[in-house]
Each structure stands twice: as structure tokens, then as C-alpha cells.
Nanobody
């Protein structure tokens, strides 16, 4: 089991920003691709973004230009910077590394 701890979720108004963090206890993220997923109520879990070991990034079309995934190898943390948030971004966000999941962090976008 690889403990992954997400944090940074919360309630934000439309157009606002949040930064999610996914922390691990060791330097693991630089070796394999790390993913951010989200799951909205009544919907399937969907891939939001990922970052490869080489630092390449990929995004779902729905978040391109608004979200940025990054990695800090010293802090053993992967981030998801979310800007221009929309109500449809409301979901529980999960970090995934090699099939291991964190506990998720709730993001709610509402006025």
C-alpha cells in the first residue's frame, strides 16, 4: 500500500481558484505517471490530468487552459492548480499512482 494524501479542496465561488495537493511519504512521483481523477455525484470517475515521469502533462478537454498539474520532487507532492472554476467542476478529486488511490478531497464550486 502506498499512502497518498490529498488536500486543498473546499468551497469556492464560480471563477475562483483552488490548489490541490497529493503528498507521498517518499520520492515516488518522479518514477511513474501520476494522475488526478474526479468523480461527481452520480457520474463515473474521470481522468482530469496526469504528469509523466519525464514531466509531460496531459489534460481532459474540459479542463484544458484552466487546470495545471505540476510536481515537486523535493516535497514529494503533485499539485493540481485549478483556475476559473465552474459549477461542473464540483466533484471529489483523487490522486492515483500506479493504481494506488488517495482518500479524495471534495471540491464544491457554488455561489
Amino acid at each position: 500500500q502506498v499512502p497518498l494524501v490529498e488536500s486543498g479542496g473546499g468551497l469556492v465561488q464560480p471563477g475562483g481558484s483552488l490548489r490541490l495537493s497529493c503528498a507521498a511519504s517518499g520520492n515516488i512521483f518522479s518514477f511513474y505517471t501520476t494522475h488526478w481523477y474526479r468523480q461527481a455525484p452520480g457520474k463515473q470517475r474521470e481522468l482530469v490530468a496526469n504528469i509523466t515521469s519525464g514531466g509531460s502533462t496531459n489534460y481532459a478537454d474540459s479542463v484544458k487552459g484552466r487546470f495545471t498539474i505540476s510536481r515537486d520532487n523535493v516535497k514529494n507532492t503533485v499539485y493540481l492548480q485549478m483556475n476559473s472554476l465552474k459549477p461542473e467542476d464540483t466533484a471529489v478529486y483523487y490522486c492515483n499512482w500506479r493504481g494506488f488511490w488517495g482518500q479524495g478531497t471534495q471540491v464544491t464550486v457554488s455561489s
